[in-house]
């Protein structure tokens, strides 16, 4: 379980405590991530940075007149930087959490795993947009949804089991490699649906004995008295 709580209705606190435990999950499982994304958005954010900070020193240093002609290129070259991080992020990356491979034996090579993970405002609902290649280089695409309480508890706790089991069966690489928590998220729904069907059992009979007691009561009152001979 989580150390840190967080508030239940913050959808952006909800997803990026999810999106920080899936590539955890996974890296225990011995995927390999791959920080080619997040290394490319990185580089070209700090350089944005680096010559912004230089441009303001020169200035600082040796004035406007001396550094003009040189803060014009400056702020040509942030400006075109920061278009390409922004494009970077929401057409390159788009929302990917996580990006790796794994050996595995099976397939006989490396298998591509990617998860880019996404919500919709007021809908508390973690969705993920999953894509697999296998051995042989064919690519799957898979999307799947779950409420964000089903591995959040009421007070803001993150709970790392269901999460798993959830992935672990909706993702059959995944499942693979984690068959514990593939089968159980199917023991845990079995147990679920056997709770049901009791309680539901139990409210029946609830519902039948007042309907067995009043059957009683009007057998009882319709029965005639018995004449005593004398």
């Given at each position: 379980?989580?150390?840190?709580?967080?508030?239940?209705?913050?959808?952006?606190?909800?997803?990026?405590?999810?999106?920080?435990?899936?590539?955890?999950?996974?890296?225990?499982?011995k995927f390999k991530q791959s920080h080619f994304l997040t290394d490319v958005r990185l580089a070209l954010g700090?350089?944005?940075?680096?010559?912004?900070?230089?441009?303001?020193?020169?200035?600082?240093?040796?004035g406007w007149e001396k550094t003009k002609a040189g803060t014009f290129w400056a702020v040509l070259i942030y400006f075109i930087l920061n278009g390409a991080l922004t494009f970077w992020i929401?057409?390159?990356?788009?929302?990917?959490?996580?990006?790796?491979?794994?050996?595995?034996?099976?397939?006989?090579?490396?298998?591509?795993?990617?998860?880019?993970s996404n919500v919709t405002k007021h809908t508390p609902l973690y969705n993920l947009t999953v894509r697999h290649t296998n051995g042989k280089g064919e690519e799957t695409k898979t999307q799947l949804s779950a409420p964000f309480s089903r591995w959040f508890d009421v007070n803001g706790f993150f709970v790392a089991?269901?999460?798993?089991?959830?992935?672990?069966?909706e993702i059959p690489i995944i499942g693979q490699v984690d068959p514990h928590n593939s089968t159980g998220e199917l023991d845990a729904t079995k147990k679920t649906n056997e709770n049901s069907i009791s309680t539901k059992q139990v409210e029946q009979q609830k519902l039948d004995a007042p309907?067995?007691?009043?059957?009683?009561?009007?057998t009882l009152g319709n029965a005639k008295p018995r004449k005593t001979k004398r």
């Open positions: 379980m989580a150390t840190q709580k967080i508030a239940v209705y913050s959808l952006p606190d909800l997803k990026n405590t999810t999106d920080d435990a899936l590539p955890n999950y996974l890296i225990s499982l700090y350089t944005a940075v680096l010559i912004a900070a230089t441009t303001f020193y020169a200035d600082y240093q040796l929401w057409g390159v990356e788009k929302g990917q959490v996580f990006v790796g491979e794994l050996e595995h034996s099976s397939e006989g090579r490396c298998v591509q795993l990617s998860i880019a089991k269901p999460f798993q089991q959830w992935l672990a069966s309907k067995s007691s009043i059957s009683s009561n009007i």
